[in-house]
């Protein structure tokens, strides 16, 4: 029987989009190819507590190796992948396997290493330069999640567009509208005003919250913003603003089908998981008309310039007053939601696993 072992190393701490993404891979696939033996990969401490329906049920290794570590990550991941032996290792981000030579899936989610150096540490950028170009070029099968990434992706690395394939992530079946009991229970539980908009991401230039903090004094109803502890005060947000550090996953829903609107900013984006999420839950959404949003929102959200300060007060305002306008895009936004499924992204990556398993040798650049 064949083996697949799928990197978890970086689902730590609160989730983001790219450990969902090998989350629900590693939950879904075993079911789908019971010829294959499935394996995880985590963190030396293993997966953190609260994943609830999240924790995959396949056997689990904890890895020796830390995540994104030049020196201490390669020689143990190394080791992890000679003791496993893996037919096939899927490297779910860009932590790739610089050492071994077998054959490698690797998914690479956005160019933001190279898109972004002055974002990233000195060492991220040389790591993605050291080990994961040169890695990528042999990889047996390169996977992205959107157009815009693909494009990228080829043209930093020095790699025709066809190399990657695309497969969208999807959404889980849990991301729905809360129902009225359900959004009061919950803004009651976390203290929070009965109307808002919501605003996710971390303080990193690219999201651009910064922008959301020079817009919160002007809008009627207050922002509440999901972006670790400490991010409203670095980033100059108004006393107006809550702040919650994280939130169990399973609140999430809550979380945007309780708000009036979604609102992302974002100057760079490989997909953009939370516009689909907040979609699925009944949120409207306002997002930048830049990079993968606006393939991922399609016709489904209010598109915005990103430095458009006027542009996002304006619109946030308007949404505000008028209630035909958010009801259609709650409408439009559970209709394009529902186009994007962990279940056919589960499969679409078990055919490339397939293809690979079939393949003699590493495919060569």
Known sequence: MASILIDLRMVQGRLHGIARYALELARRLPAL??????????????????LGELTPSLPLHRSRAGFLSPLKEQPALLMDLLKLAPDVFHATSFSLPGLWNGKLVATLHDANHLALPANYSPIHTLYYRLIVGPRSRQASALLTVSEFSREELARHLGLTPYRFQVIAPGVDGHYRPPSPSEAKAFLERHHLPPRYLAAVGNAKAHKNLGLLAKLAPELPVPLVLLAGKGAAKALGFP????????????EMPLFYGAAKALLLPSRYEGFGLPVLEAMASGCPVLASNTSALPEVAGQAALLLPPEDLSAWR??????????????TLVEKGRERSA???????ARRTLAAYRRVLEKQAPRPS
């Open 239 to 250: 006393a107006s603003t809550v702040e919650m550090a994280e939130l169990p996953e399973a």
């Open 314 to 327: 304006d619109t946030t305002l308007r949404l505000l007053r008028d209630e035909a306008l958010r009801r």
């Open 339 to 345: 186009h994007f499924t962990w279940e056919d992204c």
């Open 33 to 50: 190819a019971p010829d294959l033996h499935f394996m995880g990969l985590t963190a030396p401490e293993g997966l953190p507590p609260g």
